[in-house]
């Protein structure tokens, strides 16, 4: 396991060119915010960019659909580094955004020969991906918590796994992060990153952010799945589902 103090206190040596896809979603935005605080040149790419409210000058904002090659091949142009936090909500509906914006992507990527590749998925794709500290909160989080978040979540994850599939069996320099439930909070905060689930399941989307493009400038990750979370704020897993599973939608 290791700590990363404030990702975005530590500005890069070199500027990147960097595409973000689901730039417009929680995540996605922190990650363009802290990309340009670290002194990067970000496309942010989302359907709506009229709804768009970041402005800077080394951002550009692009229309297009992560699930439409051309968009993705245009989107990806001269870029260092592509990350995605692609989302969409809960669904009884089977869900594809996941998969075919993952071949999209790579496919643009192999085309143009960029080859670091930072993707969101969710601790909840791994069966071990909920450790708890004691019994107690063991049996909950496998009796209660699990079986709720899977059933909301089911085609979710699904497609989660295809993505995650259609990643590895590729040769890019890619980062698969399986972040627990997300919330918001005002600053990023210190994070902990991991090979293994970890207890502790909530991450912030903007420390996640911060770590996507944190993952841009390091190698140690390479080709690994990594788990992450906040080290500080812990909201309500009810309200985190109230949130994400039934306001979204
Ligand atoms: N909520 C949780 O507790 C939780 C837990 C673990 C993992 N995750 C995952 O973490 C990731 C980030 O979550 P988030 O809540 O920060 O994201 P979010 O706010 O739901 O944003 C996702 C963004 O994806 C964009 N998008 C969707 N379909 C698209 C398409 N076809 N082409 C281009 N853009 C598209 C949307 O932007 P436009 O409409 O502007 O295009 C949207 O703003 C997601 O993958 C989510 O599933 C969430």
């Not at 409210?53 to 297009?64: A, D, F, I, N, P």
């Not at 699930?67 to 995605?84: F, K, N, P, Q």
């Not at 979540?153 to 995650?164: F, H, K, S």
């Not at 040769?171 to 293994?196: H, M, Q």
Request: proline content about 4%; aromatic content about 4%.
């Amino acid at each position: 396991m290791s700590t990363i103090g404030n990702p975005s206190a530590e500005s890069s040596n070199s500027s990147l060119a960097l595409t973000v896809f689901g730039a417009n979603g929680g995540t996605g935005a922190a990650a363009v915010q802290q990309a340009l605080t670290a002194g990067h040149r970000v496309t942010a790419v989302t359907r709506h960019p009229e709804q768009f409210s970041q402005r800077h000058e080394r951002l550009t904002v692009l229309k297009g659909d992560a699930t439409v090659e051309a968009d993705v091949l245009g989107a990806v142009a001269g870029a260092d580094a592509v990350l995605s936090a692609l989302g969409v909500p809960y669904s009884r509906n089977p869900i594809s955004l996941y998969s075919k914006s993952a071949r999209a992507i790579v496919m643009a990527m192999e085309h143009t020969g960029i080859r670091r590749l930072i993707v969101v998925t969710s601790s909840a794709v791994d069966p071990d991906g909920f450790p708890a500290t004691s019994l107690m909160k063991q049996l909950v989080g496998k009796y209660l918590i699990g079986p709720v978040i899977h059933r909301l979540g089911r085609t979710m994850y699904e497609d989660m796994v295809r993505m995650e599939e259609i990643i590895r069996s590729t040769s890019l320099d890619w980062t698969i992060l399986r972040p627990p439930a997300l919330f918001n909070k005002d600053a990023v905060g210190a994070v902990e990153t991991s090979l293994r689930p970890m207890t502790a399941q909530f991450v912030a989307r903007q420390d996640l952010g911060a770590i996507m493009v944190d993952e841009t400038t390091r190698d140690d990750h390479h080709r690994e799945t990594v788990y992450v979370r906040s080290v500080d704020g812990r909201p309500s897993i009810i309200r985190t589902i109230w949130d994400d599973a039934i306001r979204k939608k």
